[in-house]
């Protein structure tokens, strides 16, 4: 999602998007990969603009099965032939000699999202058991799948949403795609009326102003005003709507200040939908874990790893949460209210 609000041209399709429950997985599969080769298609018969056009596909990817899909759809679609390239960004634990952080850090993914996700929910049944599983399937590259793709990019799970991003458009880079586009002649902004000004638009490449939006322009930046008077900016492309206008981005990939500031404000928007769906779950969520609970464990037993996570987020919104945390939770059990 970063990447998608981040380049002008990229289509993002989540696997997760697809699986409604009550649906059968044949048929979800069926979808998604429907969904894939026809944005892989539109981005074939793309007309020439500024920066490449992207395909971001979204799934899991244990399996040599799994990965032989993708490489099957751009097979049928001559890919390759036409000028397209793949990457596959492979996120996973690189590091020797850390046992459980693999596991950890999708616990915490898991319990951050609670009910965003469609399949894996905090109260969701045996959670570390399917990841475990999952774990266990894992199918290593053969040299030959290796082959199949232009470039391959091991990005740390620990690493940042912003980090990870520029893992991939740097590996776009090697590759010699400009996914970012280049220099812009002309990047157009709308600025919103203030001082007893009226609005006006300007060109913050280089540095003219207009009452109105010149003929055959663009407007890149749409700007307005809330009630107290601070400015917003919504980017026209993506929707990304940011405080301020991000650095320009001028010479593509190279400009890495630029390029942070691009990727910072993308993933702004989405940690703001995140938390707009993480609201409205209120009380009920909570209110039913805690059921859970109940129903789960014996009295004195401490909560296991997926459980503890979850709990210790509600403790956080406590009103005494610092006093009732003091230096740190090593564990989290049921018992008896003290009489």
């Given at each position: 999602?970063?990447?998608?609000?981040?380049?002008?041209?990229?289509?993002?399709?989540?696997?997760?998007a697809?699986?409604?429950?009550?649906?059968?997985?044949?048929?979800?599969?069926?979808?998604?990969?429907?969904?894939?080769?026809?944005?892989?298609?539109?981005?074939?018969?793309?007309?020439?603009g500024?920066?490449?056009?992207?395909?971001?596909v979204?799934?899991?990817n244990?399996?040599?099965?799994?990965?032989?899909?993708?490489?099957?759809i751009?097979?049928?679609l001559?890919?390759?032939?036409q000028?397209?390239?793949?990457?596959?960004?492979?996120?996973?634990?690189?590091?020797?000699?850390?046992?459980?952080?693999l596991?950890?850090?999708?616990m915490?993914?898991?319990?951050?999202r609670?009910?965003?996700?469609?399949t894996?929910?905090?109260?969701?049944?045996?959670?570390?058991?399917?990841?475990h599983r999952?774990?266990d399937m894992?199918?290593?590259?053969?040299?030959?799948?290796?082959?199949?793709?232009?470039?391959?990019v091991?990005?740390?799970?620990?690493?940042?949403p912003?980090?990870?991003?520029?893992?991939?458009?740097?590996?776009?880079?090697r590759l010699?795609?400009?996914?970012?586009?280049?220099?812009?002649?002309?990047?157009?902004?709308?600025?919103?009326?203030?001082?007893?000004?009226?609005?006006y638009?300007?060109?913050r490449?280089?540095?003219?102003?207009?009452?109105?939006?010149?003929?055959?322009?663009?407007?890149?930046w749409?700007?307005?005003?809330d009630?107290?008077?601070?400015?917003?900016?919504?980017?026209?492309?993506?929707g990304?709507?940011?405080?301020?206008?991000?650095?320009?981005?001028?010479?593509?990939?190279?400009?890495?200040?630029?390029?942070?500031?691009?990727?910072?404000?993308?993933?702004?928007?989405?940690?703001r939908?995140?938390a707009?769906l993480?609201s409205?779950?209120?009380?009920?969520?909570a209110?039913?874990?805690?059921?859970?609970?109940?129903?789960?464990?014996?009295?004195?037993?401490?909560?296991?790893?997926?459980?503890?996570?979850?709990?210790?987020?509600?403790?956080?919104?406590?009103?005494?949460?610092?006093?009732?945390?003091?230096?740190?939770?090593?564990?989290i059990?049921?018992?008896?209210?003290?009489?």
């Amino acid at each position: 999602r970063v990447l998608q609000g981040a380049l002008e041209r990229c289509a993002w399709v989540n696997q997760d998007a697809f699986a409604e429950p009550g649906t059968k997985r044949t048929s979800r599969k069926r979808r998604f990969l429907a969904a894939v080769e026809a944005e892989m298609r539109a981005a074939l018969e793309a007309p020439p603009g500024a920066g490449s056009p992207v395909v971001c596909v979204d799934k899991v990817n244990l399996l040599q099965e799994h990965r032989q899909a993708i490489l099957d759809i751009a097979s049928n679609l001559n890919w390759g032939g036409q000028g397209g390239q793949l990457v596959f960004a492979e996120v996973g634990d690189f590091r020797q000699g850390t046992p459980g952080r693999l596991m950890h850090f999708c616990m915490s993914r898991i319990h951050d999202r609670g009910s965003a996700h469609n399949t894996l929910t905090p109260e969701g049944t045996d959670v570390q058991g399917v990841l475990h599983r999952m774990v266990d399937m894992h199918s290593e590259f053969t040299q030959e799948e290796a082959a199949r793709f232009d470039a391959r990019v091991e990005i740390d799970i620990g690493l940042g949403p912003v980090a990870k991003a520029t893992a991939v458009i740097d590996a776009f880079d090697r590759l010699g795609l400009d996914v970012l586009g280049p220099d812009c002649a002309e990047e157009w902004v709308l600025i919103p009326p203030g001082d007893w000004k009226p609005a006006y638009f300007w060109d913050r490449v280089t540095g003219r102003s207009a009452w109105e939006l010149p003929v055959g322009a663009d407007c890149a930046w749409y700007g307005w005003t809330d009630g107290t008077g601070r400015p917003y900016f919504q980017r026209a492309s993506s929707g990304v709507v940011v405080r301020e206008l991000p650095p320009r981005r001028c010479g593509g990939i190279t400009q890495s200040s630029a390029l942070r500031g691009t990727l910072e404000s993308a993933w702004a928007a989405v940690r703001r939908q995140g938390a707009t769906l993480r609201s409205s779950e209120g009380k009920s969520a909570a209110q039913h874990f805690w059921a859970k609970v109940r129903q789960k464990y014996e009295p004195g037993e401490a909560l296991d790893l997926g459980d503890f996570h979850l709990a210790r987020r509600l403790l956080d919104t406590h009103p005494s949460a610092t006093a009732k945390i003091g230096s740190g939770v090593r564990a989290i059990k049921l018992d008896f209210a003290p009489r």
